[in-house]
């Protein structure tokens, strides 16, 4: 079946502007979460989303948010970008239900801000 | 914070076992010892996961000690393919959420 699927692979915006980044999960996965990794920072997680509700947040500022559809696609917005918003943006899915609890993730939206 | 400490490189020769280990001296009784990898610029891969009990899988294996403050990944034939960063992580089991904390992890270069 298919992966989880990113869109786009590639972005470069300039400071000042806002970006969309989209997440298609796995077939029959309610779950997803976004991840910025930078090479000073490492992994870290943004938020969380089940079945449309926000389940968690990281300590991320308000410029970023998410949001969920009830086909479980997910998309996630960084409104006035920052030169420190370039970043590798993961998402990942997951059933989260009975055993199932691994996350799978997409190959990445490589955001440049320039 | 993640609650996992790992060496932040080792070397493996092609072929041979790649063994790498995982402290989490405060894991709570209810909470897995999961396994990622990331090859360079790519998605996370998930590996394997357990509690306590030693786990295999097609991947790899995973080595819990007794008292589950420490793992060991174990790749049995190492190939050059396996060059990644390992991830240790230490989450809750039972669907409440997906949130995964990463730690620096183990850059594992496989050698020709």
């Known amino acids: 079946k298919a992966g989880v699927t990113q869109t786009p692979r590639y972005l470069i915006k300039t400071r000042g502007q806002q970006v969309t980044l989209s997440c298609s999960p796995i077939s029959g996965h309610r779950s997803v979460s976004w991840y910025q990794q930078t090479p000073g920072q490492g992994l870290q997680f943004l938020f969380e989303y089940f079945s449309e509700t926000q389940r968690n947040k990281g300590n991320f500022p308000g410029r970023f948010s998410g949001r969920q559809f009830s086909n479980s696609r997910s998309e996630m917005n960084v409104s006035t970008l920052e030169l420190g918003d370039s970043a590798l943006y993961l998402c990942?899915?997951?059933?989260?239900?009975?055993?199932?609890?691994?996350?799978?993730f997409g190959q990445g939206t490589r955001l440049t801000v320039v | 914070d993640a609650k996992t400490t790992q060496p932040p490189s080792m070397d493996c020769a092609e072929g041979r076992a790649a063994n790498l280990p995982c402290n989490h001296s405060t894991i709570s009784g209810n909470e897995y010892v999961y396994w990622y990898r990331q090859i360079h610029s790519q998605g996370p891969q998930y590996i394997i996961h357990?509690?306590?009990n030693n786990e295999t899988n097609e991947m790899a294996s995973l080595i819990i000690t007794e008292d589950r403050k420490s793992s060991t990944l174990i790749l049995p034939h190492a190939t050059l393919r396996d060059t990644a960063v390992y991830y240790c992580?230490?989450?809750?089991?039972?669907?409440?959420?997906?949130?995964?904390?990463f730690g620096t992890g183990t850059l594992l270069a496989v050698q020709p």
């Open positions: 992580i230490v989450r809750g089991y039972g669907g409440a959420t997906n949130k995964l904390i």
């Open positions: 990942a899915s997951s059933r989260l239900e009975g055993s199932s609890t691994e996350a799978f």
């Open positions: 357990g509690l306590k």
